[in-house]
């Protein structure tokens, strides 16, 4: 029986060669039956072990999500913190020309008083964005791929304890053919 063991992603476990244990090795069918279940449970590992390592997957994709999430949201405030900025520049510019000029009421004033009003609203508009609520979508995504680690951490260590328990057994049958088998072969039956 070839046992050998295995590391990867952080995760040691017991991993059994397809041809370890050859069926047809038992004389019995109870030896044949752990020789199957041992398999099930080689298979069952190694499919939740692909688990694992898919939710690692879509663990590191919420992740990267969420940063372009907020990225976008910051570059959006930015944005709209340039354009209101723009805008009180103008409009202190043009107050400042409108007030030099020896005018009764002229233009540049009323448009200085236009750009100050609009500045905050426009700056405001530019910045909107859905940039934290899809980050908060890309953090549930997070938890749940965090969840389906835990749950994959889990199956793949109880099933190296069934797969422990299953080789102990064909340990035993084996132990107790080879006594039968010798004792046969000795004519001490």
Known sequence: MTVTSVAGGGNTFLSLASDSIAEGSFTSVSGELAVLMLNTQEQQKQTEQQQLDSARHDYTEALRHEVEAL??????????????GSLAIASGTFGVVGATRKCDHPWQTSLSDGLGKLAHPLGTAVSKTYGAADAKS????????????????DAIKDGSANQNKVLDWVSSLSDRDAATTAAILSNKV
């Open 138 to 153: 890309a953090e549930g995504a997070e938890q749940a791929a965090k969840w389906q680690i835990d749950d994959a951490h």
């Open 71 to 84: 990225k976008a949201e910051a570059d959006a405030a930015f944005r709209g913190a340039c354009l209101e």
